[in-house]
């Protein structure tokens, strides 16, 4: 009986339950009922997910006298329908966002890349023809398409370009924003065009949609783009949207400014004749333009005067006066540090003279922004976070100028390990330094950030031109340097192509002869196989090298004796313009030679003697004994021992200087 009284009461549970549930007015109403779209997320249609399908859903209509339950979908954007899909059987329609994009580029007026207002519903119609539809259901669908680029304009239609105020500032360009691929970041690059010329680029990789210059920049920047100097110029500037899937950018239209530039060349020296010498520019102390920043001159100059009176100097482009163009400052200001050393400045240019106190100077001209910086120098010091005695920031390594080689070199050989921080300060003092970079030192630069590796060098700051540099020569000479390239048929082999050998460990010498011919590309020296030393400038037959940079050595196709200093960073090639063999046979009698004939093709150099047995000769150039090649057949050297010829007869002799690593020679009997 229990059983059955827990039943009754789950029943009588259940009936009470349900007597308390709230009935919809329409549960038992046969009345029509239009279909209801379900809610939808919003479309987004770019190149990652084009692959994507979209599906619009509805729940369906009832009570709809209809011979079959299809449904008409349409999509609705601003006051325009379309018909996306008909004669629906399902409560769902599903399709690619490739083919729903292609629907909407072709039934709305839409906004490239941009996003988009858009409803959806869903119709169905019964036997007499009325319609029911749902209510519309909104959501939002971004479109990828075709890159919008951005609209240029430009601040100004035209400038003329002021050279008394080149670091005035200059808004020249502003843009609209761009629409490029959904979600990605866009940067912005800024070019221009001088008629038909390349585009030059301005600046890259910024987000402002705006571009400022100073007037100088912009006089350069033109000049370079192919403008003309002292000229009005149309100058085409364009700005182009980047971005990770468009990395070179969609560009801007292009607007058009006229520019009128100003003269920006410079002499290539200044001599700066004065008390110290006689005022006579042809013997005065010279500086030559930088190679790397325009207008800029400066290197180390001896000032003292004879008496030890103030010194006076102009500038003058030319080694004569009459020629014109001398110049000086009104405005010079001599500050004086500790009673120990001077510094000037001027910014003023004039017909006045230059006068400081008597002594040894640092000197940079900018005559760009007509400015002049002097610093009295006792010597300079490496100082950095260096081991050993020069640890810490605490002491520095005083440096000692060389007047012939116009170098400063570290009074002692110093371990440096990779990544140390230094500078070159001047006089013990933190008020004068350079920095920044070995290769391009500043006066007044940050740290310098040393990026060779571990091991003990000789520094040497190199002052020959106004471009200031560091050179850090690890002081464990190798055996010989490779002087790579692609001369007589040689391919750029840094181990294998022909050296120049060392002689003197200590100065750090190196010499060698080579054949060069057909190099379009010319050379490099190259230590230990991985160290590429280039020249920086090149004066005749001498070349400044920079050891891990600088450019490719050229030289005219020729036979040459090189004389290489990796201490002080030159290269000097001395043309062999006669090449032949001096020895103990008859017609030399070791004092005349008899010449060689070269063979273009093979480029070697041949003659044919005869010889008597025990006969001793060597290869000897311009007919001068500081230029001599002897020793054994497969490894020439410079001051080799005689050859020796043991069997007495004619022969041919072939010397070869252009193959292998090495010169070498062979000696065939006819």
């Known amino acids: 009986m229990k059983l059955i009284r827990n039943i009754f009461a789950s029943v009588a549970a259940v009936f009470a339950v349900a007597s308390c549930t709230i009935v919809p007015e329409d549960t ?30 509805w729940e369906k209509a009832r009570f709809i006298d209809a011979e079959a339950y299809v449904y008409d979908l349409y999509i609705t954007v601003g006051e ?4 996306l899909a008909n004669d629906v059987v399902n409560t769902y329609f599903t399709l690619s966002k490739t083919d729903f994009r292609t629907f909407m ?27 029911y539809a749902s209510d519309p259901l909104s959501f939002k669908v971004y479109v990828y398409d075709d890159a919008v680029p951005s609209v240029l304009s430009a601040e100004i239609a035209e400038v003329v370009l002021d050279k008394d105020n080149p670091s005035g500032n200059l808004d020249l360009l502003n843009w609209t924003e761009p629409r490029l691929v959904y979600g990605e970041d866009v940067t912005y690059k800024v070019t221009l065009k001088v008629g038909a010329g390349e585009e030059n680029v301005l600046s890259e990789g910024g987000y402002d949609m705006a571009y400022s210059t100073t007037v100088d920049a912009l006089n350069e920047a033109v000049i370079a783009a192919g ?43 200044y001599y700066m004749p004065g008390s110290y010498q006689s005022w006579s520019p042809a013997t005065a102390a010279v500086l030559k333009v930088s190679s790397k920043v325009k207008g800029l001159y400066q290197g180390f100059v001896d000032l003292t005067t004879a008496d030890g009176a103030d010194v006076e100097f102009k500038f003058c482009p030319t080694d004569s006066w009459d020629n014109g163009g001398d110049f000086g400052f009104s405005d010079v200001t001599v500050t004086t540090y500790g009673g120990n050393y001077a510094a000037a400045t001027a910014k003023t240019p004039a017909s006045d003279n230059i006068k400081v106190p008597s002594g040894f100077y640092y000197v940079k001209l900018n005559k760009k922004f007509n400015t002049l910086d002097m610093i009295q120098l006792e010597y300079l010091e490496l100082i950095g976070g260096f081991t050993g005695d020069y640890a810490g920031w605490g002491k520095g390594l005083k440096m000692t100028y060389n007047a012939d080689t116009k170098s400063w070199t570290a009074d002692e050989e110093i371990a440096i390990s990779k990544g140390t921080e230094f500078k070159v300060r001047f006089n013990s003092d933190w008020t004068y330094s350079f920095g920044t970079d070995m290769d391009a030192l500043e006066f007044g630069g940050g740290n310098i950030t040393f990026a060779k590796n571990d091991a003990t060098y000789m520094v040497i700051l190199n002052a020959a031109t106004s471009d200031l540099s560091i050179n850090a020569v690890d002081v464990n000479m190798p055996d010989y340097l490779v002087v790579a390239g692609d001369y007589s048929g040689h391919g750029w082999n840094g181990t294998d192509d022909m050296r120049v050998n060392l002689y003197d460990s200590s100065k750090g010498l190196y010499r060698g002869y ?30 400044s090298l920079n050891e891990g940079g600088g450019e490719n050595c050229n030289i005219a196709n020729g036979t040459y004796f090189w004389n290489v200093d990796i201490i002080n960073m030159t290269a000097v090639a001395t043309p062999l313009t006669k090449v032949g063999i001096i020895g103990s046979f008859a017609g030399s009698g070791w004092g005349s030679d008899v010449e060689m004939t070269f063979n273009s093709e093979t480029l070697t150099y041949t003659v044919e003697q005869t ?23 497969d490894a020439l050297a410079h001051d080799g021992s005689n050859i020796k010829i043991e069997t007495a007869g004619t022969y041919v002799v072939t010397l070869d200087m252009a193959h292998g690593s090495v010169p070498t020679y062979t000696c065939v009997a006819k």
């Open 28 to 57: 038992f109403s046969t009345a029509p009922v239009a279909p209801v779209m379900s809610a939808h997320n919003d479309i987004l249609i770019t190149t990652a997910t084009v692959g994507e399908d979209v599906t619009f859903a």
């Open 80 to 83: 325009t329908d379309a018909l």
């Open 105 to 131: 580029k072709e039934n709305f007026e839409l906004e490239q890349n941009s996003t988009h207002a858009v409803s959806a519903r869903v119709e169905i119609t019964d036997a007499a023809g009325e319609v």
């Open 227 to 269: 403008g003309a100097e002292d000229a009005e110029v149309e100058v085409n500037f364009y700005v182009y949207a980047c971005c990770p899937t468009i990395p070179d950018g969609v560009p801007s239209n292009a607007v058009t400014v006229k520019i009128t530039t100003y003269v920006a060349t410079f002499s290539e020296q």
């Open 514 to 543: 080579i054949t060069m011919y057909d190099a379009p590309y010319g050379f490099k020296f190259v230590k230990n196989g991985s160290v590429w030393i280039g020249q920086t400038s090149v004066d005749g037959f001498t070349y």
């Open 611 to 633: 010889f008597a047995a025990g006969d001793e000769w060597k290869f000897r150039f311009n007919g001068d004994w500081g230029y001599n090649l002897g020793g054994s057949a």
